[in-house]
């Protein structure tokens, strides 16, 4: 066994995940019990989804807690075609041999890829992987785990019914999987006691595990590098765009004023449209000049894709795109910089979005393929409807922002005022300048229930008052706060203080 003992309890969120391991464990510890009622365990299991996020924590942790024997093939650094062969051969002779057991293949892809660009060497590989998988019979309990970053580039020869065909994903974390991410690291060590987890896992929108894990460890090592060991919520947000943006802060003496504008431009017309508020910076990181990050700390969930996909929210991220253009011609007298790049690219392609979606017909559909990762197909010529209905599309983003940034020119020189002194501005600072209620319907809903029970719980208000995770813990933590609750817990409710 593997000398790292991660176990299930180690892997923080993910809690439909680790309910499908725990599935495949039961299997493999009770195997002959299961043998016995005609149940047996799948040829093998993909475990996919971005770098960071746990899959191979994942793979050891059923292969600690089934205790069954665990053979690793090491792909990364096999140049040799016959050496691979050879080791896969070796490593499936050792698993029928000390069945029930686990053959683990972490990234898989770095030898076996799709068939559309797959080297002769692949093509040999994944003929004797296909081989040793169909080698193993179904009541011999060798199970296959392999782990992939691009799930769709694996042939279908491999991921198909009666071989790897179980599949876990393992996505980049949602907002209560992030928090308990979060509250995981965090709790590893008493010097973060005064650090508020929802506060913290709210700003990390977009974060893997190994992300967090970074952020926590990078944040502790420049506190104690710099004397501090008081840690605040401001000592993350200073490494939140370095860990965001792979890049070291670039300090410079001065920070150009369009960029503020170009940032302002997005936050507002944001704010305006969606009433959320996020955070903006105008440091330098690597590449990156700016940015304006929506945070999900005002209580609610990200939204789901499908609210997401509507036209009439497509068309608002549209104009937040745009505002950074936008903004820079209204304070510049007609010219722009050239930072808007990629903002107007991203927008483009989603107004070719909005013109598939069917609303003004089907002719206007635009047909997008790729036969691989390499042979693209040529993309379809434009027609002259489908390029006049995008450009009014985008016109009526770009109307929409200028609209607003006019309207609200106050308000928006107040932001930009503010960036060129701070360069960098939480949501509780932007939420000030621009004067965001803190009043709260819902807060005050469950404040009357109340009296009414003796314990409380974070799904409880989820389901009562039909909120978020991030919304109800909140509530949860305000709660507390205000000495209406106990703070310590069981079962996950929380005692109400009469």
Known sequence: MMENRITLEDIAGYDDQKEEARKIINVLKNYDKFKSMGAYISKGLVLSGPCGTGKTSLAKAIANESGVPFFELECKGMSDEDNTIDEIRMIFAKARNNAP????IDEVDEFVTSRTFMSDSSRKTLKVLLTEI????????VLVIVTTNFKEELPYALTRSGRMDKKINMPIPDAKSR????????????IFDGISTIELSSRLGGFSGADIKTLVNETLIDCLSNGKSDITLEDFDKIIPVVRFQEIKKNKAAVPEFVCVHEAGHFLVSYLLTGNIGSLTVEQYGDVKGAHVNEYDDGEEEESEEVRGLVSNIKKEIAVLLAGNVAEKIKMNGDCSTGSRSDITRAIALA?????????????????DADGPTFMKQKP????????????????????????????????????????VKRRLSKEQLSKIVGASKNDVIYDNVKSYLPTLDVISTSFIQEEMNVSFTKANRIVKRLESEGLIEPSYENGNHRIIK
């Open 352 to 368: 070719e979005e909005v013109a598939s979606s069917g609303v003004d017909g089907y002719d206007l559909f635009y047909v997008k």
């Open 179 to 190: 928090y308990e991410i979060t509250n995981y690291y965090l709790r590893k060590n008493a």
């Open 381 to 420: 010529q434009e027609t002259l409807e489908q390029k006049n209905y995008k450009s009014a599309i985008l016109k009526e983003a770009s109307d929409t922002a200028e609209r607003l940034i006019m309207a609200n020119m106050n308000l928006f020189d107040a932001v930009v005022s503010q960036l060129k």
């Open 134 to 141: 169909d080698g193993i019979n179904s009541n011999e309990g």
């Open 101 to 104: 057991s686990i053959v683990f």
